[in-house]
């Protein structure tokens, strides 16, 4: 289902407002609903209640802040919307089957100071979008005359590159095209609830490798950028991305405007003398809630070359 810009509005309202709990009379007056309307959309759309939601984003916040700083544990509760510390050990030993004090143990280990400061400003965006990337083209509330929904020229430049390895967490689907939109949100929450429960170290936005496609159905490797090796948990799996020289185009604008960029890539390769190897990815790096218009959106795409 395509999100509206209003629903991209209310996300960016929510994460923003994360320290003062759910105020549901506030934000639903800030959406322009009743209460009752503001959570049957919500749920309808997020597949959570506004609740669930809240809660699991003021969670995962306060445990990317446990691990990054040296807050106290009562400064962190009340940090992100807990009305006590008693609250907040409750709710995130239910989470997390684990008190704060020993999460805080395990989260981001042998991550540097840096990679820990990285981890929690990611969280904080990522977190409440990360289900929601890949969406079919939202609908522009604009003027009826304006071109913003369409981005005629969706390369804005490609590239060489030359880039290091990069570790990653994956989790490889066969699908139909028609799925990945759904694909794609699904693999990406599961992949930033384990990241968030394992104390895993988040170094990028939300990625998609593409290891095979055709007329029929693809393989794809919906991933999550990390600063360290982790373990296979289940259906996901660890692995780097290779280092060395890349082809890299920027694009703007919807998704289901990856095509055409793809396409261009492909051309500014053989026009250049160059040769594609391994498979290619996209990296999604502009949070949706932040940048409503998909006019903003911008998207990494990377073809690996021949050395």
Same mark, same amino acid.
């Given at each position: 289902?395509?999100?509206?810009?209003?629903?991209?509005?209310?996300? &960016?309202?929510?994460?923003? &407002?994360?320290?003062?709990?759910?105020?549901?009379?506030?934000?639903?007056?800030?959406?322009?609903?009743?209460?009752?309307?503001?959570?049957?959309?919500?749920?309808?759309?997020?597949?959570?209640?506004?609740?669930?939601?809240?809660?699991?984003?003021?969670?995962?916040?306060?445990?990317?802040?446990?691990?990054?700083?040296?807050?106290?544990?009562?400064?962190?509760?009340?940090?992100?919307?807990?009305?006590?510390?008693?609250?907040?050990?409750?709710?995130?030993?239910?989470?997390?089957?684990?008190?704060?004090?020993?999460?805080?143990?395990?989260?981001?280990?042998?991550?540097?100071?840096?990679?820990?400061?990285?981890?929690?400003?990611?969280?904080?965006?990522?977190?409440?979008?990360?289900?929601?990337?890949?969406?079919?083209?939202?609908?522009?509330?604009?003027?009826?005359?304006?071109?913003?929904?369409?981005?005629?020229?969706?390369?804005?430049?490609?590239?060489?590159?030359?880039?290091?390895?990069?570790?990653?967490?994956?989790?490889?689907?066969?699908?139909?095209?028609?799925?990945?939109?759904?694909?794609?949100?699904?693999?990406?929450? *599961?992949?930033?609830?384990?990241?968030?429960?394992?104390?895993?170290?988040?170094?990028?936005?939300?990625?998609?490798?593409?290891?095979?496609?055709?007329?029929?159905?693809?393989?794809?490797?919906?991933?999550?950028?990390?600063?360290?090796?982790?373990?296979?948990?289940?259906?996901?799996?660890?692995?780097?991305?290779?280092?060395?020289?890349?082809?890299?185009?920027?694009?703007?604008?919807?998704?289901?405007?990856?095509?055409?960029? &793809?396409?261009?890539?492909? *051309?500014?390769?053989?026009? &250049?003398?160059?040769?594609?190897?391994?498979?290619?990815?996209?990296?999604?790096?502009?949070?949706?809630?932040?940048?409503?218009?998909?006019?903003?959106?911008?998207?990494?795409?990377?073809?690996?070359?021949?050395?």
């Amino acid at each position: 289902m395509p999100l509206s810009r209003q629903f991209l509005l209310l996300l &960016n309202q929510i994460n923003k &407002n994360l320290h003062r709990g759910l105020v549901l009379d506030v934000i639903a007056r800030q959406a322009g609903q009743s209460k009752f309307q503001l959570h049957r959309e919500f749920r309808r759309t997020a597949g959570e209640t506004l609740k669930q939601f809240t809660l699991r984003l003021q969670l995962e916040r306060a445990a990317a802040q446990l691990a990054a700083t040296s807050d106290d544990i009562r400064s962190v509760a009340l940090a992100n919307g807990f009305a006590s510390h008693e609250v907040f050990v409750r709710a995130f030993r239910r989470r997390f089957e684990m008190p704060p004090t020993s999460y805080r143990k395990i989260a981001l280990r042998g991550a540097t100071r840096a990679q820990r400061r990285r981890h929690f400003k990611l969280t904080t965006s990522i977190g409440p979008c990360i289900r929601f990337f890949h969406r079919p083209r939202y609908k522009y509330f604009g003027p009826k005359n304006s071109t913003q929904s369409h981005i005629s020229m969706p390369t804005l430049s490609i590239t060489r590159k030359e880039i290091p390895p990069q570790h990653i967490l994956f989790i490889r689907r066969r699908i139909a095209p028609s799925d990945m939109q759904q694909t794609l949100g699904e693999c990406f929450g *599961k992949l930033f609830t384990h990241a968030a429960k394992a104390g895993l170290p988040i170094a990028g936005w939300p990625m998609c490798r593409y290891v095979s496609t055709g007329l029929g159905l693809w393989t794809i490797d919906p991933a999550i950028p990390l600063a360290a090796p982790a373990a296979a948990e289940g259906e996901m799996q660890p692995d780097v991305l290779r280092g060395g020289w890349v082809a890299l185009g920027i694009h703007a604008g919807p998704y289901d405007q990856l095509p055409d960029t &793809n396409a261009a890539i492909e *051309k500014w390769i053989e026009a &250049n003398g160059y040769k594609a190897t391994g498979i290619a990815w996209e990296h999604y790096v502009t949070d949706p809630g932040e940048h409503p218009d998909p006019k903003d959106w911008r998207t990494e795409v990377y073809w690996p070359l021949e050395e």
